[in-house]
């Protein structure tokens, strides 16, 4: 079935004239109404207007027009604004928001042809590890749906694993693309801050977050990169680096590509299927001619208290907009103070509410210096550890996650626990580095395990020539979670 | 840890049921004694980072474009009048 292809395939036989992009569109929505009232991937969708877009790629095909997308069926997180669309974050916040606009990677994608469709579930305001946070219900892994598919972007992961869609948009904070990814056996990508336009994405952390794909391979990974990436004069925050060729960048080949196994990623936790899948990773990865070297990243053990106050502080001055006055829901009060309170208070879900509170107080007047300025400064030693570790190596090799998906419910009630499992992923973003995971194996129980790659601000082409060279060399991508 | 909750929840401008307050509180100070741990590390001299790419002085030329029209911008507020939003009263 063409949901079931990956863009490249999909794109060579939509120009065949093989299967029409109304085909394929369709088939991805049967897919979600069949498999979808178990996973609960889609918040909402509009089928109709997926098809007339549909309708257009196919016209636009017929008549000679070409698009690096056109044609393909892609889900979007719902924290991405698509204009006349609602847009709710998993929230009940936000009431009954229509976008006004579309987001730069919106209309990116829409020039490259895309069919974009879909609002796909995610933990709220991007809060979580699990997609249990959501005001829309849990989503839940195609690969044993009693457990979490990992989050926040577990709806984008989901949706690519189980063939609803034949890639999404994700967004990544702390790894919110690429732990779902590794939870759910798909590939997810967080491209260098700065590389993707956030022009339209809801803000959760601005100085970490990043919009990127999660697709069925790793040469989506990179169409989708190309069409999405470069600077945006509505993103100051964009970089002016020139976006490179990254498919052509492809080879299967990393003779002499240096990759570096951190000696302080030996955590408590990490779960033995999950330490023996990556192990052999890198070993098949040094058979092909890399070069494999230990480095040290001694701060490893900081980060997630660093990540916990630099995250939850800007979150609660970027939440501070959903007060009830200029969008979405409002519970009355007698002055503006008790409105927003009472907005607040029954809008935001429990985490959200959590996070804001901790980040209120990390800047609050006497705790500023000793936690949130602390945590800038050690961040800074967290990045020197990366770019020196950079002089030695191209690229680091880690699992994505320290255990395969737990089970629904396991961790709610025990928020540190939930931010501990972030271990892996978090640096990346601190750091403003670029990240994949790409499935590396099955534990006993017939659950995905990831393996993390990192590479340099900007080294996306050495990171996805690395991903693209394993995945080539091995099968998993290949395999299916049995839903039927 | 003890953490004025009542003050930072006034702060945070949100407003928790009791349940809420007594579920929360005791996460708050656990997750605290949890970050306490970057009070190890000797930070002196060491620059904050901000921002993991640094740009400076990200400018354009100032001049007029498109944006939202008021209708737009209004369009997704709980209560407006004559083009303006409405909040309830705060100087008697």
Redesign the interface.
Known sequence: MPNSLTIHRLIERLNSGDVTSRQATEACLNRIQSVDGELNAFIDFDSEEALSQADVADKTRANGGEGALLGVPIAIKDAIAVKDHPLNCASKIL????S??DATVIRKLREAGAVVFGRVNMDEFAMGSSTENSSHGPSRNPWNIEHIPGGSSGGSAVAVAADECVASLGSDTGGSIRQPAALCGCVGLKP???RVSRYGLVAFAS?LDQIGPLTKDVRDSAVMLQVIAGVD?RD??S?PETVPDYSSNLTGDVKGLRIGIPKEYQVDGLDSEVKRAVGSAVESLAERGAEIIEVSLP?T??A???Y??IATAEA?ANL?RF????????V???????????T???G?G?EV??R???G??VL?SGYYD??Y?????????I?QDYLKAFEKVDLIASPTTPTPAFKIGEKVDD??QM?LSDIFTISC?????CGISIPCGFSKLGLPIGLQLQGR?FGEPDLLRCAHAYEQATDWRNKKSKLD | MNVDLSRVVRLARIELTLEEQRRISPQLAEVLRYVDKLKELNVEGVEPTAHAVPLENVLREDELRASLSQEEALSNAPKTANGLFVVPKIVE
């Not at chain 1, 945590?375 to 030693?381: D, E, F, G, M, S």
């Open positions: 009431g009954d928001f229509v006004p606009y260098t801050y700065g100085s004069d100051s925050t970089v701060h053990e900081y997630i208290a660093t916990y106050i609660s501070a007060e009830g006055v200029r969008y979405g829901a409002r009355n009060g007698s002055d503006p103070q008790e409105m927003n309170s009472k607040r208070g029954a935001f429990e509410k959590r804001i509170i901790l209120t107080y609050s000793a936690y300025l602390r945590a800038q400064k050690v961040r800074t030693l990045r928020p540190l931010y973003n601190l750091a403003g580095l601000p």
